[in-house]
């Protein structure tokens, strides 16, 4: 008896196959060209102009005035938080009180505080020791990780193609540290290069545990609770810090209205960038965020052409293309959850898309504070 072979898709078949696959590119092509998708597009790239912004501020500093004073800068941010949203807290009554958050959740929120601090810190450090290309790889380390705390934390599940825009995303910031090599940005070779990686990775998985931090706080409990309390014990441990190492570097700074402004430059964007954050974090997702506002270096570039000298190549803007396309593609297509049925944590993504709740305006009521 002959073995049987292989049946071959019938010609009824095959264009079925083929229609449904047309279909599918059809459905994808509507949801990249929706408002709500262009919003998500507007808010990631405020973002990262705020990003931009500090960059743009410290780099002038470090140049010009030979001010090198991170630790202060973050200092300044952090107060900000704390003398607005802390004392927010402290005026709201019953569960929400400050007092009544400390005495339930206080070490949750120094740790949560200490991964924010030398987050900023440890990449800011590293550029003492490693090079511009060695930070810009390095730091994409976050997103793998911010990916996997979310997997096992939020209970996140991603499809084939969000791994596929991540290695888009990835893709145009390798584009872009060709730009910086081929421009001859990266002309500094780093004192210590080992030390410089470990630290950029530190910092990178440092920010990805802030960020899942953040993304869980301000979906389950409240924006202004995860403000409150990073100003809160950001300002302390970052004082604390910046007395034991950064003392003598701000005594010598030779202070005039032109340095005095550009802190104040730095201190509003990245208040803006940390009040804003959290609202683009509900409607979305940390991963979703951190993809978008990969084009800061992009725009800090484009500063720099007029600020610094910095040549011009057209693999910038192929980077940034990139980059965009492989943002877009994420946030195009919905995650799912697998959230445990008899867990009370609300659903992170419902239905639609990903940025489908992207309302600014918060209207809706918080969802009752509970235990972290």
């Not at 990631?44 to 001010?67: E, F, H, N, P, R």
């Not at 924010?116 to 810009?136: C, G, M, P």
Request: net charge neutral; hydrophobic share 50%; glycine share 6%.
């Amino acid at each position: 008896m002959e073995a049987a072979s292989p049946q071959a898709p019938s010609s009824s078949e095959a264009p079925g196959l083929l229609s449904n696959f047309m279909n599918l590119l059809l459905r994808i092509k509507e949801k990249l060209f929706t408002w709500d998708i262009l919003k998500t597009i507007a808010l990631g790239q405020m973002l990262s102009l705020c990003i931009c912004g500090t960059a743009v501020t410290s780099q002038y500093l470090a140049d010009k005035y030979k001010v090198n004073t991170p630790m202060l800068q973050s200092f300044i941010n952090y107060c900000l938080l704390f003398f607005i949203y802390t004392t927010m807290l402290a005026f709201r009554p019953g569960t929400e009180n400050l007092l009544h958050i400390l005495k339930g959740k206080w070490w949750k929120y120094i740790f949560l505080g200490l991964a924010d601090v030398e987050a900023n810190y440890l990449i800011v450090r590293a550029y003492q020791y490693t090079t511009l290309t060695s930070v810009q790889l390095l730091d994409c380390f976050g997103i793998p990780v911010l990916m996997a705390l979310s997997w096992f934390v939020l209970h996140a599940r991603y499809r084939v193609i969000h791994f596929i825009a991540v290695a888009v995303c990835l893709l145009g910031v390798g584009t872009m540290v060709g730009a910086d090599i081929l421009a001859g940005r990266d002309n500094n070779s780093g004192s210590n290069v080992l030390i410089g990686d470990i630290l950029v990775l530190l910092g990178a998985s440092l920010y990805a545990v802030s960020n899942v931090c953040e993304e869980y706080i301000v979906k389950k409990l409240s924006r202004v609770e995860f403000l409150g309390m990073v100003g809160l014990f950001g300002t302390f441990i970052s004082g604390l810090q910046l007395v034991l190492i950064e003392y003598q570097d701000i005594v010598d700074i030779h202070w005039n209205w032109k340095i005095a402004l550009l802190f104040v430059a730095f201190a509003l964007c990245m208040f803006c960038l940390y009040s804003f954050m959290p609202m683009v974090i509900k409607a979305t997702s940390a991963t979703s965020v951190n993809l978008g506002i990969l084009t800061a270096d992009l725009y800090s570039l484009f500063f720099g052409l007029f600020l610094f000298g910095y040549k011009f190549s057209g693999l910038y803007i192929l980077s940034f293309s990139v980059i965009m396309v492989g943002f877009i593609l994420y946030c195009s297509i919905p995650t799912r959850n697998a959230e445990p049925p008899e867990s009370n944590v609300p659903q992170l993504t419902s239905f639609g898309f990903d940025n489908l709740g992207l309302k600014i305006e918060e209207t809706s009521q918080e969802v009752s504070p509970t235990a972290m």
